[in-house]
Nanobody
Framework: QVQLVESGGGLVQAGGSLRLSCAASRSIFSINTMGWYRQAPGKQRELVGRITSGGITTYADSVKGRFTISRDNAKNTMYLQMDSLKPEDTAVYYC???????????WGQGTQVTVSS
């Protein structure tokens, strides 16, 4: 069973930065695409971005140029660097893997990110 644990959320002012981490429990991490999702109150969950096992990244238009996804396969950890944060980035952020299914097979518990104006 794969377990994913997010950390790094919190409260930040608009224009600030946060870095989220997602630690995976198994070495399956290294051979799989990983992704970040977010869900704001009253809104549908949206894909923020993904990173393949080889490090190729894709992003939602809403975060392109501000957010950066990276991974450290040796540490089974994925990161989401969020810069130039906006109040509309406020959401619970989840990491996920297992993209052979839609939605992905495995999810973390989520971490809250709140951006104040």
């Amino acid at each position: 069973q794969v377990q994913l644990v997010e950390s790094g959320g919190g409260l930040v002012q608009a224009g600030g930065s946060l870095r989220l981490s997602c630690a995976a429990s198994r070495s399956i991490f290294s051979i799989n695409t990983m992704g970040w999702y977010r869900q704001a109150p009253g809104k549908q969950r949206e894909l923020v971005g993904r990173i393949t096992s080889g490090g190729i990244t894709t992003y939602a238009d809403s975060v392109k140029g501000r957010f950066t996804i990276s991974r450290d396969n040796a540490k089974n950890t994925m990161y989401l660097q969020m810069d130039s944060l906006k109040p509309e980035d406020t959401a619970v952020y989840y990491c996920a893997t297992g993209f052979w299914l839609d939605p992905p097979r495995y999810w973390g518990q989520g971490t809250q990110v709140t951006v104040s104006s």
